[in-house]
């Protein structure tokens, strides 16, 4: 069995500070890592994800992730944080085959 | 544009009836999910299905049933001996190999 765990429930950034959401997992196998971000009343989007090739991972909007197998982490990233970044943000991670388990979530504020 | 529709976005029930939330994908993709959402608590795994007339049971499954009758459609029934259905309610798809999931925008359910 496999979990994410997000550690963190509410992180809160000036604009224009780094963001930096943590993400871990559990595996036993190479795991495919996703983040997603939902937006208030809306489905997730993907932000980017983790297949085995590289191990950083750059997505949508500035967001980049590096995999540390060393750490089973899989960090989330932005340089400079706007306004609209405000969200609430999973990690997901999959093995091969249909399970894909989803971290509780972080809810990013960014303050002007 | 190919994606995924859920509809009602909203829906209210009185306690006891059974209601049944839409999912439709054009994308083409073979497998499909439903997810439950409670603040705090992520994502949780409903029922998904790989191909057409099979589907599975996921984490929380009592209470709810499913089908899937179309490769385009895989609508779910919260049932009366689901105990506590008020939820936002996620529908998604994904291609047969393990990769990220399409979501669709979602169905808050609220029952009465």
């Known amino acids: 069995a496999q979990s994410v765990t997000q550690l963190g429930s509410h992180v809160s950034v000036s604009e224009g500070a780094l963001v930096l959401l943590r993400c871990n997992y559990s595996?036993?196998?190479?795991?495919?890592l996703f983040w997603y971000v939902q937006y208030p009343n809306q489905g997730l989007q993907l932000l980017l994800k983790?297949?085995?090739?590289?191990?950083l991972v750059k997505g949508i909007n500035g967001f980049e992730a590096e995999f540390k197998k060393s750490e089973t982490s899989f960090h989330l990233t932005k340089p400079s944080a706007h306004m609209s970044d405000a969200a609430e943000y999973f990690c997901?991670?999959?093995?091969?085959?249909?399970?894909?388990?989803f971290g509780a979530g972080t809810r990013l504020t960014v303050k002007p | 544009d190919g994606g995924i529709t859920q509809s009602p976005k909203y829906l209210f029930r009185k306690e006891g009836q059974n209601v049944t939330l839409s999912c439709e994908q054009n994308?083409?993709?073979?497998?499909m999910y439903w997810y439950r959402q409670d603040p705090g608590q992520g994502l949780r795994l409903i029922y998904y299905?790989?191909?057409?007339?099979?589907?599975q049971k996921g984490d929380i499954a009592e209470g709810y049933s499913v089908s899937r009758e179309k490769k385009e459609s895989f609508p779910l029934t919260v049932t009366s001996a689901q105990k506590n259905p008020t939820a936002f309610y996620l529908c998604?798809?994904?291609?047969?190999?393990?990769?990220?999931?399409?979501f669709g925008p979602g169905t808050r359910l609220t029952v009465l």
């Open positions: 998604a798809s994904s291609e047969q190999t393990p990769n990220e999931q399409f």
């Open positions: 595996s036993s196998v190479p795991p495919y």
């Open positions: 983790y297949t085995s090739a590289a191990t």
């Open positions: 997901a991670v999959r093995k091969k085959g249909y399970d894909m388990r």
């Open positions: 994308l083409n993709h073979d497998a």
């Open positions: 299905s790989q191909i057409v007339n099979d589907f």
